[in-house]
């Protein structure tokens, strides 16, 4: 008799205990906060930093490529197999303020612009920025067949074709045209009729203009210069860069679809033609014998007037044309140009262009860092 009572009161406390115990997880569910997904990581860097705040840093694994195993590095900008002697220059590294810069990776880049055309289009720093990125991209390749080919003075273009890259480089330092009437060279300051025909069917372009607009003489590759109606002799060379700006956006803002095409603008490289910029005695062209970026509160050179002039026109246009900020960190760079260490048939002092490996080689980190 006591095996079925026993059995019963058993059957009751188990109810009881199981009862309590749903009732206790449900009142845990609710007083339990809910799960946080994790954030995910921007798909965009770049537009999360800016790149362009920084300062010039010793990096022992820099540069990212020898010159000695680019077979097609053009002379002018090989600096040490023109026997310059020192080598500190090779070492330094963009170190933006609030982020990092990505380290740069060949394949990577090459992910991102297989089956696009790619063109540079402007004067030698446009050049000089062309040949550092193949340059680059050759490095992380050596082993794969690679073509360089030169349509005379006008087009050079290198390609890894089992990768289905190409990148091309065309003349063009004014952007806007140059016609011959009565044989003289007139510069068509609202005209681009000529010049465009060569910037389509690209998936990436690259412009640059500035420093032709400054020669004068036997360098100044125009006689007469047309603005609207009026035929000048000579005006003002930074509005005449303006109005070839706007000329030069107007066209690109009817002309090219930007959600198929990204286009880019090279900022103003400077030249350190004046020395007293950055301490020395001398107002001349001097780089010779500099090893070192300039420091900061060193250096004594204004804003450059073209370079701002060139980010409020691009403003204007309303369109995502990206300006690759490269001036003021380029200024510091007073080490990195050729001096007497460019080409050999050439006896100036070269403080324009830049060394290769050397400063162009950021610009291409900053364009593939921007590459979207």
Not at 7 to 24: E, G, K, L, R
Not at 287 to 300: A, F, I, M, N
Not at 331 to 336: A, E, N, S
Request: a positive charge.
């Amino acid at each position: 008799m006591k095996s079925p009572m026993i059995f019963h009161w058993f059957i009751i406390i188990t109810t009881i205990i199981c009862f309590n115990n749903n009732v206790s997880n449900i009142l845990a569910n609710k007083l339990r906060p809910p799960a946080v997904a994790p954030k995910k990581p921007p798909k965009n860097l770049a537009g999360k930093c800016d790149f362009y705040d920084g300062k010039w840093v010793v990096d022992y694994k820099y540069p990212v490529y020898n010159a000695k195993d680019c077979p097609f590095l053009l002379e002018q900008f090989d600096c040490v197999g023109n026997r310059r002697p020192d080598r500190a220059y090779l070492k330094y590294r963009w170190q933006p303020t609030k982020c990092n810069l990505a380290r740069w990776d060949g394949k990577e880049f090459v992910r991102r612009i297989k089956n696009k055309e790619v063109l540079f289009v402007g004067d030698s720093l446009s050049l000089n920025q062309w040949q550092s990125l193949a340059c680059m991209l050759h490095s992380a390749f050596p082993r794969l067949n690679y073509t360089v080919t030169r349509n005379g003075p006008l087009m050079s273009t290198f390609s890894i074709p089992s990768k289905q890259v190409t990148l091309s480089y065309v003349r063009n330092a004014l952007l806007v045209d140059i016609v011959r009437e009565k044989s003289k060279r007139v510069l068509e300051l609202n005209s681009v009729a000529v010049s465009s025909k060569l910037w389509t069917g690209y998936d990436i372009l690259i412009f640059d203009t500035w420093h032709w607009w400054l020669h004068t003489g036997k360098k100044q590759p125009w006689d007469m210069i047309r603005d609207g109606k009026v035929l000048r002799k000579d005006m003002d060379r930074l509005k005449a860069y303006e109005k070839a700006l706007v000329t030069w956006g107007k066209w690109v803002s009817n002309n090219i679809n930007f959600n198929k095409v990204q286009v880019f603008f090279q900022g103003i490289s400077p030249d350190h033609s004046n020395g007293t910029q950055w301490g020395k005695k001398t107002n001349t062209m001097q780089c010779k014998g500099e090893q070192k970026p300039v420091k900061r509160l060193r250096y004594l050179g204004d804003p450059d007037e073209a370079d701002m002039l060139l980010g409020k026109v691009l403003g204007k246009t309303g369109k995502p044309i990206h300006l690759l900020k490269l001036n003021k960190m380029s200024q510091y760079r007073v080490d990195g140009h050729p001096s007497i260490y460019g080409s050999p048939r050439y006896k100036g002092m070269d403080c324009t262009h830049w060394c290769l490996p050397g400063v162009p080689d950021t610009w291409n980190q900053l364009l593939y860092a921007n590459l979207i």
